[in-house]
């Protein structure tokens, strides 16, 4: 079983910054991708960023030039730095991995809250 768990979300005022990290745990070989993605209330489930194990990269038009994905391949984890955060960021982040093991495939965190206002 393979098991992805968030930390970092939280209140932050516009302008401000947080962090978010994913790590994924359990009977894992390697992981081919970890993206992380956003729902805010009433929306859909969008992507944010994504990150390949080869060290491609992906965001979305509305947070170019904001937020950073990045990877730490020893310790299965990502990571999303969110910096000039606006309230329309406000939404619950999840991360989720491609991984390859004994159940290959695609796995979901729980989430975590981000909410930005003054």
């Known amino acids: 079983q393979v098991q992805l768990v968030e930390s970092g979300g939280g209140l932050v005022q516009p302008g401000g910054s947080l962090r978010l990290s994913c790590a994924a745990s359990?009977?894992?070989?390697?992981?081919?991708?970890m993206s992380w993605y956003r729902q805010g209330p009433g929306n859909q489930r969008d992507l944010v960023a994504t990150r390949t194990s080869g060290g491609s990269t992906n965001y979305a038009d509305s947070v170019k030039g904001r937020f950073t994905i990045s990877t730490d391949n020893a310790k299965n984890t990502v990571y999303l730095q969110m910096n000039s955060l606006k309230p329309e960021d406000t939404a619950v982040y999840y991360c989720?991995?491609?991984?390859?093991?004994?159940?290959?495939?695609?796995?979901w965190g729980q989430g975590t809250q981000v909410t930005v206002s003054s």
């Open positions: 359990g009977s894992i070989f390697s992981i081919s991708s």
């Open positions: 989720r991995a491609f991984v390859v093991g004994p159940r290959t495939g695609t796995y």
